[in-house]
């Protein structure tokens, strides 16, 4: 049994279209972001111009803090108190930072 070349053109197009890429989920890289943390000692809060959270999830089972610094980043341990205390500094610099004030 023998397909007519226009079945078979149709057979090779469905496929080709199948077969793309496009439209599928995106999947985040399986591993963590911070191999080492650092733990000790503190880090004043003014040498730290941000802070990047990442949660624990599928990707990786710790939480990980990423302190951005004028020479570089460096994972912070989120399970010292000083690491902790500093989060909530940060945090409250930006909402200062943040806070507008509107003339009436």
Known sequence: MKLPVSAFVLLICT?????TTEGRPVRPP????CPQMY???AIPA????????FTAGPQCKNEEIIAKMKKGEMCLDP???????????????????????TVI
């Open 30 to 33: 399986l591993r963590c972001n």
């Open 15 to 19: 496929v080709a279209l199948l077969s």
């Open 46 to 53: 003014d040498k730290i111009l941000s802070l990047r959270f």
């Open 79 to 101: 399970t010292k108190d000083w690491v902790i205390s500093l989060k909530e500094e940060i945090n409250k610099r930006n909402i200062k930072s943040h806070s507008t004030t």
């Open 39 to 41: 733990s000790a000692p």
